[in-house]
């Protein structure tokens, strides 16, 4: 950790081997993640350590199964972003990636008694600082889709600027001084949820959709919901 970092270190919440990881199979890669997370956790034993996943192409099953079996990490992240449009076609996309949440939930140990935090970065940056804010919608639909997904945690992505191509959507210039109405409504959305013990607690056994009036749930991947839909014995469907 750098001096610059060390004034923030009693506020780090995870800390990620990499980014957009595509590849979850390599045996030396899996080998040198799991001695890496020990080592962050014997140096920041409050700390969530894992990596950040790209959805597309989503692992498999077994893949993803045997990452967290060997790693054994704190959390799961991936991250997928939808458009400013909030267009039918990539609401569809972002859905049907974040499918893939539910795998997650049998924990380290495939059980799914003890099933460990999944997360997703939301879209909060801009090309550069010219690029229009992303509205109120926007960003509630990004965190209660996530909640209904089954989602635990969600991070605000580019806190900070990092370089020419990249600004935050949270603050109207290149570092935090000016927090603009993106920031202000992210952190109320993010209260509002109040995830009590008896949602957290609770084990996805599916992802089904109610489609509106004269709408289908044809290509999101989703199943239609229906009283009862996915039940089965130890597990509450949401």
Known sequence: ????????????????????????????RLSDMATTYANW??????????????????????????YMKVT???????????DLSLSNSARKTWYQRCRCTVRRAGGNDGTGKAPIVYSQYLDLYR?????????????????FASWAFGYTMTDAFMYKYVDSNTA?????TTDDSTPNGVQLRCRVESREPQLGPALVRL????????????????????????????????????
């Open 1 to 28: 950790m750098s001096d610059a970092e060390l004034p923030y270190a009693n506020n780090l919440v995870n800390y990620l081997y990499s980014d957009e990881l595509t590849d979850l199979s390599s045996t030396a």
């Open 203 to 238: 084990v996805s056994s599916g992802i089904f959709m109610k489609p509106g009036t004269g709408l289908s749930v044809s290509g999101t991947g989703l199943t239609a919901w229906s009283a009862h839909a996915g039940t089965t014995a130890g597990y509450t469907t949401i």
């Open 72 to 82: 054994q990490p704190d959390l799961v992240m991936f991250d997928s972003y939808t």
């Open 41 to 66: 956790r014997s140096l920041y034993p409050n700390v969530l350590v894992g990596t950040n996943g790209n959805p597309s192409p989503s692992p498999t099953a077994a893949v993803l199964a045997n």
């Open 168 to 172: 935050s959507a949270l603050f109207n």
């Open 127 to 143: 090309t550069d600082l010219t690029k229009p804010l992303p509205s109120e919608s926007f960003v509630r639909l990004q965190q």
